[in-house]
C-alpha cells in the first residue's frame, strides 16, 4: 500500500489550504481513512478520520474548521483545512489501515505517506 501526501505550504493565519492523499495498493473504496498531524518535539496525533460509509470524525481542536472527504474513484482523500492558526503547524501525514470504529473513533494503521509541511504565519 502506498501513500502519497500533497497540498502542503505556507499559509498566513486566517487561511485555508487542501492537503491531497492517493492511495495505491489496496481497495480505497473499504478502507478508512485518516489525517495526523505531528509538531517538532511532539506526538503523532489524529486530525481526523473518515470511514468507508463517509462518517468522519475529528479531534476537538479543528472541529469547524477542518473538512475531511473523499473521493473513492480517485482513491483519493482529502482534508479541507480553513481559518488556520499557527499551533495548526505540523507536518501532516496520511495513514490506511486502521479501523473506524462504532464510536466513531479511529484506531489507526500501519501505512503512512510521508508527509507534507503545513506552516501557519501569525
Known amino acids: 500500500v502506498q501513500l502519497q501526501a500533497s497540498g502542503g505550504g505556507l499559509v498566513q493565519a486566517g487561511g485555508s489550504l487542501r492537503l491531497s492523499c492517493v492511495v495505491s495498493?489496496?481497495?480505497?473504496?473499504?478502507?478508512?481513512m485518516g489525517w495526523y498531524r505531528q509538531a517538532p518535539g511532539d506526538r503523532r496525533d489524529m486530525v481526523a478520520a473518515?470511514?468507508?460509509?463517509?462518517?468522519?470524525t475529528y479531534a476537538d481542536s479543528v472541529k469547524g474548521r477542518f473538512t475531511i472527504s473523499r473521493d473513492d474513484f480517485e482513491n483519493t482523500v482529502y482534508l479541507q483545512m480553513n481559518s488556520l492558526r499557527p499551533e495548526d503547524t505540523a507536518v501532516y501525514y496520511c495513514n490506511t489501515g486502521g479501523l473506524f470504529l462504532f464510536s466513531g473513533t479511529y484506531s489507526r494503521g500501519t501505512h503512512w505517506g510521508q508527509g507534507t509541511q503545513v506552516t501557519v504565519s501569525s
Open positions: 473518515i470511514s468507508p460509509g463517509g462518517s468522519t
Open positions: 495498493g489496496n481497495t480505497f473504496s473499504s478502507a478508512a
